[in-house]
């Protein structure tokens, strides 16, 4: 009797087991299919989204190789019948494109590494040193975001003019070398770099200018990329504060260049749009070389407060 019934465990446990193990088998075959699918809807939408992005960046770069009346031709003509090359040679002797854009690349780099310069010692004073009143001071600095531009058009413009500013870039590098989004940036990514090394750097006798060139800067390439690139590229594009200071031919930046093909009663809108993808170009290189540390500083600027 004994025999008979270890016979029959013998007999059962293993189909049991085996039972029991292609459930699990099949529940995770189901998981993984189900998570196959979730990544497939997941890319599905952000194809689509890109797509939707690049959509006018494609529709510009096909109406700078059209003639001017075929720019806005209904329904929209993606490929060209013909391939207008010469607008990109063209461009070049109708407006003094290369003066453009020189102006363009020297606003934008100076002005970049001021709000580098600026918005980084900022928030190391804001982040990393204790005085009175310090949160309250960057609460009330950090406010000024909210407050919009043509608040305070006027009077910037009056001082700029009072100064002997205007119609220089002087006066735009002036109003721009400061940037409260850049201190906000900055003192965020600050908040999680450790105040241990600070304290141990003002044990070793370094000063507070030491410790935010030799400490921190070092440990900030993320920030300050992230920073450099946001500055760079809103400057770069910048329209309103070049049309109200510079007044000269000779000092305009390429975006009031391209105004050159607007007329009273008609604009070529296939230069304009062969000069906007000219434009474009030095933005993307900038952005393709730094991206791994812009994509880096803005996940991590925001992980404390």
């Known amino acids: 009797m004994t025999n008979l019934t270890e016979d029959l465990r013998a007999e059962v446990a293993p189909g049991g087991t085996a039972g029991h193990e292609r459930g699990l088998a099949e529940r995770r075959s189901l998981r993984a299919r189900r998570a196959r699918t979730v990544n497939v809807v997941i890319y599905a939408v952000l194809v689509v989204l890109v797509a939707a992005l690049l959509v006018p960046f494609l529709w510009m770069l096909s109406s700078s190789l059209k003639e001017n009346n075929q720019v806005f031709t209904v329904p929209i003509q993606w490929i060209p019948e013909e391939f207008v ?24 780099v100076i002005i970049t590494f001021l709000q580098v310069l600026t918005g980084s010692l900022a928030a190391y004073g804001f982040s990393k040193i204790r005085f009175p009143g310090r949160d309250v001071l960057f609460l009330g600095y950090i406010a000024t975001i909210a407050v919009p531009w043509q608040a305070y058009m006027v009077p910037q413009y009056i001082m700029m003019q009072q100064l002997g500013l205007t119609n ?45 060139a030799r400490v921190i800067l070092p440990l900030s390439k993320p920030a300050l990329a992230s920073l450099a690139l946001l500055t760079f590229v809103n400057t770069w594009n910048d329209y309103m504060g070049p049309f109200i200071y510079l007044t000269s031919n000779r000092l305009w930046t390429v975006q009031l260049g391209l105004r050159s093909f607007v007329g009273q009663f ?32 803005i996940a991590t600027s925001g992980m404390k407060g």
Do not use: H, K
């Not at 990109?88 to 934008?108: A, C, E, K, V």
């Not at 993808?277 to 540390?293: A, C, D, N, T, W």
């Open 85 to 108: 090359w010469s607008n990109y040679s063209d461009i070049w002797t109708r407006i003094p494109m290369m003066g453009y854009l020189q102006n363009s690349l020297y606003l934008s």
């Open 168 to 212: 220089s870039f002087n006066a735009l590098i002036l109003l721009q070398a400061f940037g409260a989004f850049g201190v906000f940036l900055m003192r965020q990514y600050y908040m999680t770099i450790p105040d241990e090394l600070c304290e141990a750097a003002r044990i070793d006798g370094l000063s507070e200018y030491g410790i935010w």
């Open 266 to 297: 008609d604009a070529e809108f296939a230069m304009i749009m062969t000069g906007s993808v000219i434009s474009v170009v030095p933005i993307l290189i900038i952005f393709l070389i730094g991206q791994r540390y812009f994509i880096q500083g």
